[in-house]
């Protein structure tokens, strides 16, 4: 990789966070978890750090493995970010058992069996943990936090990068904006924004975009460097423009010259320049930043117990496909209120019912093709959907990150990771059997 491009990594991490990463990250032995904890590492420790162990932008790629597993729980330290404000409220505590019987669900949680995907051996849960870099584990069952770890960089009042589980706050607001009638999901894209011109967003409708079926041309390979994955990290880099530069500044600029490819409807496609569309389209209709309403409609009325945050680009635009680090708890309490279809903890209905069963309906199963793990899969509203027997769908990000929903279960499943490669297929095999051996579990408990 050219020294230009590993810096084009560092100065607009916001566009990695949501797609992928660097070549240096699909290493064949990586370290295991244990071996690259950061605090083993000795990542940014003393004052100074050595020079050795410092982690620093836009010199250093801190977004390669093993480095990531301490810049996951330190993005505001690298890039610009606007709060999502908790407000000045006491928070909503979250309910747990008492603690010899939290101790005991931990140790059978622990101790339970799975065959991984494609596997020959049994897996035990925490084996689980430890193979997918787990930094943060969250269980919620019918209410009531069952089980919580942290590892690695995350403390228990720390907060770690969301990568693209920010797609899905930013779908879960545009689902409500839709079914609160603020946004209308038959419009064109050109009818809600008119000044994206020619572009090719602007012939899509609106629920094309939340539903990731435009026909849009945007290349994510970093393998490529005239990939659209660069053009759109110059353009979103909050850092001064170099001298001479004549591309896109910021992203809604680069959205207004995004070209065709195929048409509009015909498949799923996984861009994360669609999350910006929508994110664009939301602040439009509200005349609020995604990160305003986020807080005004989620963080402050959910009672979360600390403040989130979201980078931006050079003109303050918040990232609305990956720029999301929060707490464990927190995003805990943001998948139990999906699974309660909008109330929240203390019984305050934040949105309507019809959201999350729009949600959980999913996309079209059939323009839905090339995830292997996810065999009977579809995708809307930013939501993974699993067409499963529980019913479960997910907000799902980059090095393993997710919400997981078992409406059948009653179960809310978040992890926070930091896995070595940045593809969620290599993570799958050994998750989703583990979320299923859980919520077997967890349906016998009295």
């Known amino acids: 990789m050219s020294s230009s491009t590993s810096k084009h990594i560092a100065l607009a991490m916001g566009i990695a966070l949501a797609a992928g990463a660097t070549g240096a990250q699909a290493q064949t032995a990586p370290l295991s978890a244990q071996e690259s904890d950061p605090k083993v590492m000795g990542w940014m420790q003393g004052f100074p750090p050595p020079p050795d162990k410092l982690i620093t932008q836009p010199d250093s790629n801190y977004f390669s493995f093993p480095k990531l597993r301490w810049s996951v729980c330190h993005l505001r330290e690298f890039l610009p970010t606007e709060e ?31 065959m991984p995907i494609g596997g020959t051996e049994p897996m035990t849960w925490e084996q689980s943990l430890y193979a997918n870099y787990t930094d943060g584990m969250l269980i919620l069952h019918k209410g009531q936090v069952v089980y919580e770890r942290y590892f690695g ?24 904006l839709v079914t609160e009638g603020v946004l209308d999901d038959t419009l064109l894209v050109r009818d809600v924004i008119p000044d994206i011109g020619d572009s090719a967003f602007a012939s899509a409708t609106v629920r094309q975009v939340m539903d990731m079926t435009t026909g849009v041309q945007y290349s994510e390979d970093y393998s490529d460097p005239n990939a659209d994955i660069w053009v759109y990290s110059r353009a979103a880099s909050p850092l001064p423009k170099p001298e001479g530069y004549d591309g896109p500044d910021g992203y809604w600029e680069y959205l207004q010259q995004v070209k065709p490819e195929g048409n509009h409807g015909d498949a799923f496609h996984y861009k994360t320049i669609n999350s910006d569309m929508l994110g664009w389209m939301i602040s439009r209709v509200t005349g609020k930043a995604v990160t305003d309403l986020a807080s005004e409609r989620l963080w402050r009325r959910m009672g979360a117990e600390q403040d989130a945050y979201q980078t931006v680009d050079g003109k303050g635009v918040p990232f609305a496909g990956g720029g999301v680090t929060a707490g464990l708890r927190d995003l805990g309490r943001l998948g139990q209120l999906l699974l309660d279809k909008g109330v929240a903890a203390d ?34 509203s930013q939501f993974w959907v699993f067409h499963n027997d529980n019913g479960a769908f997910a907000a799902r990000g980059v090095h393993g990150q997710t919400i997981y929903v078992d409406p059948t279960a009653e179960m809310v499943l978040v992890r926070l ?21 859980v919520a077997d579990f967890l349906m016998t408990r009295d």
């Open 347 to 380: 019984g305050t209905r934040l949105f309507p019912a019809e959201v999350v069963e729009s949600i959980a309906a999913g996309g079209d199963p059939s323009k839905f093709h090339g995830f292997a793990t996810i065999p009977n899969g579809s995708y809307t």
């Open 153 to 176: 960089c995350l403390e228990e009042d720390g907060k770690h990068a969301i990568m693209s589980m920010t797609k899905s706050i930013t779908g879960l607001m545009g689902e409500i």
């Open 84 to 114: 999502i404000s908790r407000g000045t409220g006491a928070p909503v505590p979250l309910a747990y058992p008492s603690p010899a019987e939290f101790a005991d669900l931990a140790r059978k949680i622990d101790a339970l069996t799975f």
């Open 417 to 437: 990771a930091s896995f070595p490669r940045a593809q969620n297929g290599f993570i799958d095999p050994t998750s989703l059997p583990a979320y299923q051996a």
